[in-house]
C-alpha cells in the first residue's frame, strides 16, 4: 500500500494519465476516474525518473550499488529494457527525446557522467564526464532530438550530438548568461564570423579565411 508524494518530478504518460515516484513505487493516477495503480521497484527505492507521453514509456533508476536504468511500457507495465552503464552510486536525472527512441542520463559521484542511450536497442550512445558538476534540469529540443539543454547550478549547456553513421560524440555549446545588471557582454570575434554564434543551420561556419567571396 503506498501513499504520498515526494519533491521529485513527475508527467503524463498518456492524456489522462499523471505518474510520479513514491518509494519503491512508481504511481499511476487516472485524473478522470481518479484510480491508482502502482508499479513496484523490484530492487528497492526509485532513483531518477522520467516519462514519455507520445511513446506512452516510462524510465526510472534504482538506488543501489552499480544502479540500472528499467524501461516499461504503460498500460501494460511490462519491462521493455534494463540499461547498464557504469554508474556506480546513483542517476539523478533521466530525459526522453520528443522524437525518437532516446534517453539522456546523467549519473551522480563519483562519476558525473551525462550519456545518451538508445533504449529500443539498449545501446549506449555516447557519453561525457562533468566532474564535480550538480545538475538541476535535463531536456531535450522537442524538435530536434540531438540538441540537449543541461541546466547546472551556475550555468546552462546545449549539448549537440554530433553523428557520423554509427559513430555518436557529444559537442559542449555554453550559453552566455547576462550578469546581475541584466546585460550580455558581447565580444567580436574576429577569426569566425557573426553566426558562428546561432545554430548553423545552414551548413558548417567557416573561417573569414576561408571564405572565397561566394554569399
Known sequence: WVQGFSNKNFGFINNQTVCYPCGNFILFLDTETKMTTALQCQSGQVGAFAANANSQVLAFSDRRLNPVIYIYTFPELSKLTELKGNAQLDYTLLAFSFAGPYLASYSSVPEFVL????????????????????????????????????????????????????????????????????SVNLHKDLFFPVSRSEDSYYGPDLPVSAIAGLV
Do not use: A
Open 115 to 182: 550519456s545518451v542511450w538508445n533504449w529500443q536497442e539498449n545501446v549506449l550512445l555516447c557519453s561525457e564526464s562533468q566532474p564535480g558538476v550538480t545538475v538541476t534540469s535535463l531536456s531535450f529540443n522537442p524538435m530536434n532530438w540531438q540538441q540537449l539543454c543541461f541546466v547546472s547550478e551556475s550555468s546552462v549547456t546545449i549539448w549537440h550530438i554530433e553523428r557520423n553513421n554509427d559513430e555518436h560524440h557529444l559537442k559542449r555549446n555554453p550559453v552566455k548568461l547576462p550578469d546581475r545588471q541584466g
